[in-house]
């Protein structure tokens, strides 16, 4: 089950209970306890109390007199998210087309071509993957490690409730569409236009994911 061998076992079970709190397999007020994870993921409980530390640090679970509780994501985590998110995404658009090269534009429409793709099939499951990396992408070669930094845990935070939004009706074609039109502008390193599209595409999104929360 854990077979990276490059990445340690501690934080292969991270990533591991990160992913099943944000996707909701754990939900709110469940009890992680070191005993029952260790059982369930057949490892032994020295790596799982690292990972717990870290989901402690990331405010994903708390301590309480019972053990380890998920608190996961709340509104107002998801409204913080999306601010931030406003305020830093037209920055990192503009660095990403000032040090732009032919390979992360090229890298950037494979991702594209591939999230179209699965966006005919409607498999929103890998549209959700591939927009990930369509974001991720562009923090990972904006050029500036800080809004990278900042950005990719924010973005990881928010899958379920984009899984969710995904698949209402009309949305997976509408983020494609907003994709297509912000990696045209990218393109023709149309700063302004790529500033304006990236938050008109996450006020979307968060819209979509919000709904009456706001």
């Known amino acids: 089950m854990f077979q990276h061998k490059s990445i340690s076992l501690a934080d292969q079970i991270f990533e591991r209970l990160e992913s099943d709190i944000l996707i909701g397999k754990y939900a709110y007020g469940t009890l992680l306890t070191e005993t029952a994870l260790s059982e369930e993921l057949g490892v032994s409980r020295t790596p799982i109390r690292e990972a717990l530390r870290r989901l402690q640090q990331e405010n994903l679970i708390k301590d309480t007199n019972k053990g380890m509780m998920v608190v996961g994501i709340t509104d107002e985590d998801l409204k913080d998210i999306y601010n931030v998110r406003l305020k830093l995404e037209g920055m990192v658009i503009e660095k990403f087309i000032e040090n732009m090269t032919e390979e992360t534009l090229a890298a950037l429409k494979e991702i594209l071509d591939f999230q179209e793709f699965y966006g005919g099939k409607h498999d929103s499951y890998h549209v959700i993957f591939k927009d990930s990396e369509f974001h991720e992408s562009i923090y990972k070669n904006c050029g500036s490690p800080i809004l990278c930094e900042t950005l990719l845990p924010l973005h990881k935070k928010v899958v379920k409730f984009r899984q969710a939004s995904i698949e209402k009706t009309g949305r997976t074609e509408k983020s494609i569409n907003e994709h297509k039109a912000l990696y045209n502008a990218i393109k023709q390193r149309d700063i302004a236009s790529a500033k304006r ?18």
């Open 197 to 214: 599209l990236v938050e008109e595409h996450i006020l979307n999104a968060r819209n979509s994911i919000m709904g009456d929360k706001q």
